[in-house]
């Protein structure tokens, strides 16, 4: 093979890349990072659907004023000496599939709101010579709010470069025998540490309007589906709620915190568990293990666990590594 020019530019060797991609986190747990992650996250068009010229005043206005520091308190409640819990795990995620996979490919890892943001890791990967990536959105159940907005980011970043990547997303696994096969595994296993027997298993996936399921948006059909293939696995019932409601708008229903506290009212024991996340982060942390079970012991119940996502323990990242090699046939 002939050598480039001397005046050519440096072009790495090609190399086939995955960019796992989650949604965000702030810097730090205080309000002004609160605030600046806030701001990108609440002012996508897909998050909320309000026209900009009625949102923006709202949002700049009481939201950015108030939410913040109440946001930050939250935080400063879960967060580790190693950073933020859904930046630490995706990390990880990330590094043990690298070395899972091997250095041929490169395994890297971004947030759609905040950092590592995804266009300054696509231009990593491609200056390391990726010419070809595979985009994981990691979203089991596919939604307009998530899977998709990753999907424009991507693809607006590609828009301003003169030579761009061959592109592959995976898809959303929402009923994939992997995902139910790791979520079973990990169900399990974190039911066999608790010291009594739950009466109910309940999955909280995170809330969305419920007008978005009347526009088309598949997300509450990929939950309900979620839950039920993952019953018929266990062999027992699984029911569903929604947590994180926003706004005065109605989200979809049950709401996970009235579930909980019906639940404490009739003296039956839960197992909580969020599948619709790939790490445990804010809203299974603080919203479902520390104030749902506090909502749900003001009630008057006793007996409450929460089970972990499926993190980077094995069975999470066996599913990932399953979804990644199909969806990379023909390019390794």
Sequence with gaps: MSSLPPSHSPVAAPRVGVLLVNLGTPDAPDAPSVRKYLAEFLSDRRVVEIPPILWQ????????????????HAYQQVWTDAGSPLAVITRAQADTLQATFGDD????????????????TLDTMIAAGCRRILVAPLYPQYCG???????????????????????????????????IGALKTS???????????????????HGMPERTLHLGDPYHCQCRKTARLLSEALGRPVDVAFQSRFGRAKWLEPAT?????????????VAIFAPGFAADCLETLEELA?????????AGG??????????DGAPGQKMLETL?????????
């Design 105 to 120: 490919m490169m395994v890297a890892h971004a947030m759609r709101y905040g950092e590592p943001a995804i266009g300054k």
């Design 302 to 311: 006793t007996q409450f666990a929460y089970l972990p996502c499926l993190n």
């Design 57 to 72: 005043p709202i949002l700049r206005g009481i939201i950015l004023t108030t939410r913040p520091k109440k946001s930050a």
């Design 257 to 269: 915190d009235a579930v909980l506290t019906d639940l404490g009212k009739a003296g039956q024991s």
């Design 324 to 332: 990644i090699r199909r969806e990379l046939a023909g390019w390794l």
């Design 290 to 298: 520390i104030r749902g079970k506090e909502q749900f012991t003001i």
């Design 187 to 205: 169900i399990e296993a974190g039911l066999a540490t608790l010291d009594f027997v739950p009466d109910v298993l309940l999955a909280s996936f």
């Design 145 to 179: 709010a998530t899977t998709a907005t990753v999907v424009d980011a991507v693809n607006a970043h590609l828009a301003t470069l003169r030579w761009q990547p061959a592109l592959r997303f995976v898809p959303p696994y929402h009923d994939d025998a992997a995902y």
